[in-house]
């Protein structure tokens, strides 16, 4: 692979092109994302130690030490304990491992070894033994990249640590909202209403170029005619969607899909539900949206981006509207092309019509296999996710990035935005 180059260099470390970034800024990124998850980590020991820290056993809902120590565990795993790491992705998922500096990671923190309904019972460090990890994990990697030469492949797994690092870290503030722990993490102002955006036909590449660092997901660079289309230059606003609920769109089996409809009734039953999760108080009734966040019950503006919303939901307001929601290339393509005209986003993560499925010449990463964000389990059951919510690391925020989830989810900061039918 062909060494790092000049005129790729990032701006800074919070640039979306610290995917190709090299030794001296993954340095600098990597102390950044571990300073990130112990300030994170921290929020959650506190809770811990007030008594208000629970976490149920539910499909959704993670330990936040337990992904702190993955968070140490996978970095240590490819780039300490690994012999090989200077292969990058020609690495072999099999390789010899050196021993770790905690003899009971593995166990821990491998999710082979540690399935997902398993971890409530395990014998996990407290928080300061999980500090400690982080601390020491982090002086070795960076240790070791001191001595790596600038090029991709060398580098390759210390991209993958930084970047998996901040997709962990997307996850606690995920958690801390679900959780009600808090957090001083400001929301978005509200935008300012624009007209849609006319986007002509064109051909447009989907997937990302070969060289730095890609999320396997991304892969398979391919070309698609696009047809001209019309699409919301912002995510549906707070303000439109009390219009859906105030005309019943929750008693409105027509504008759901059959799945859709079956799984509204199921989280009705369970919880009254007739809005998007966490919100405590919505409609015209109301005089205003209020939604938890962080524990908090919280004002929302009206022109700020509806959030938490499921795929379900995000479908039924497109169909009432007489709208749909975007594939994911018509996304991209408006991301890419009208930003000057108006086209906003970053503020939440936004659904689209997409099923997830892979491109040509897709292969799962090692690496992804030692996660829980493996894509090949979810194809064709997922939807597919773009653009970033304000929970996410600014470097995260990249174009090609392909976020997902199954249609029900809807514990992430997730809204959509619609195209004319």
Known sequence: MPAVTPDMTPASIDAPSMRQAGRELLSLALMDARNHSLHLLSHFEQAAGAGRLQVPQRPELELPAWVAGHIGWL???????????????????????????????????????????????????????IRAYLLETLESTLELLDKTPDEDAALYFFRVALFHEDLRCEQLVVLAQALGVGLKLALPAGMQ?????LVPAGRWTLGSPAGGFVFDVETGAHSIDVPEFEIDA??????????????????????WLPAGWEWLQREAAQEGRRGPRHVEQIGAASGAVMQ???????RMSASQSAMHVSWWEADAWARWAGRRLPTEVEWEMAAHTAARRGFRWGDVRE???????????????????????????????????????????????????????????????????????
């Open 75 to 129: 970095a240590e795993y490819w780039i300490g304990r690994n012999p090989q790491r200077s292969l990058g992705p020609a690495c072999p998922p099999d390789a010899v491992r050196l021993a770790s500096i905690e003899p009971m990671a593995d166990r821990w923190f491998n999710p082979a070894l540690a399935p997902h309904g398993t971890r409530w019972s395990l014998d996990l460090p407290d928080f300061a033994g």
């Open 193 to 197: 209403t624009h007209d849609a955006v």
């Open 234 to 255: 912002q995510p549906v606003s707070w303000a439109q969607y009390v219009e859906f609920i105030d005309d019943g769109g929750y008693d409105r089996a027509e504008v």
């Open 292 to 298: 938890t966040l962080f524990g908090k019950a919280v």
């Open 351 to 421: 659904w689209t019509a997409s099923t997830l499925r892979p491109w040509p010449g897709f292969s799962a990463d090692a690496w992804s296999r030692h996660t829980d964000y493996e894509a090949h389990l979810q194809f064709g059951r997922a939807r597919v996710q773009r653009g970033a919510s304000f929970a996410a690391r600014s470097r995260m925020k990249h174009l090609k990035f392909r976020g997902f989830a199954v249609p029900a989810r809807d514990d992430a900061f997730v809204g959509f935005r619609t195209c004319v039918m």
